[in-house]
């Protein structure tokens, strides 16, 4: 029951940088989740040219996990962001990147705000890293270690800022599992504050 509750805590003050880590995630998630080579460089378009007629080697197992995996969290928060803009706490893009802990914490936040009439405009900067797979020969778990920014993602109500905190860097934790679909969705996360990265 502890562990409950630290991740009910930590789940409201993940909230605002959910919804806008979102935004920051769409930007990774339309730039760069073709492409898992450059630890941080999400932020390009890939230059090979259309002419090459060299094909890419087939990835591993931990590659292809690696992967899905940071996809699968990059399309969490870009689907956070995007349903943050109107607190919309029943989206089912929610569902096709999140389960379990990680889907309950991000719709219970967006209920919360929703109730609240708040809405999140902005996108927070994130740059994920896979901190290890499990098993190593053949994942189903992939931990996934991030330091994201939730400085430009700020919350609104009646059209007004809710208030003028800059938000930060925060250390982000998350577990990634593959489904018995063979999709890949966030199950946990956790967010630590301010200041931690």
């Known amino acids: 029951m502890v562990e409950g509750n630290v991740h009910a805590a930590r789940g409201r003050r993940v909230v605002g940088l ?11 998630a339309c730039s760069g989740s ?16 259309p002419t090459s007629s060299t094909s ?13 995996a940071t996809a699968a969290y990059a399309g969490m928060w870009q689907a956070m962001a995007k ?12 569902a096709k990147y999140a389960t379990g802990d990680a889907l309950g914490v991000i719709t219970r936040s967006l209920y919360t705000d929703h109730l609240n009439g708040v809405v999140t405009k902005g ?8 901190s290890s797979v499990d098993p ?19 919350k ?11 938000g930060g860097r925060r250390a982000i934790t998350a577990e990634v599992k593959k489904q018995s679909d063979g999709s890949w969705r966030v199950t946990r996360f956790a967010v630590e504050g301010l200041g931690s990265c």
């Open 83 to 94: 349903a943050g803009e109107t607190s919309d706490w029943q989206s089912p893009e929610l």
């Open 34 to 49: 073709n492409s898992s080579s450059t630890p941080g460089g999400a932020t390009g378009v890939s230059g090979s040219s």
């Open 18 to 28: 959910v919804l806008a880590g979102l935004a920051a995630l769409m930007l990774v």
């Open 156 to 166: 609104y109500k009646d059209g007004r800022l809710l208030n003028d905190n800059p």
């Open 123 to 130: 996108a927070p900067k994130i740059n994920p890293q896979v």
């Open 136 to 154: 190593p020969g053949e994942p189903t778990t992939v931990m996934i270690s991030d330091c994201g920014d939730s400085t430009t993602s700020l």
């Open 56 to 68: 890419p080697s087939p990835a591993s197992p931990a590659d292809s996990a690696r992967q899905h």
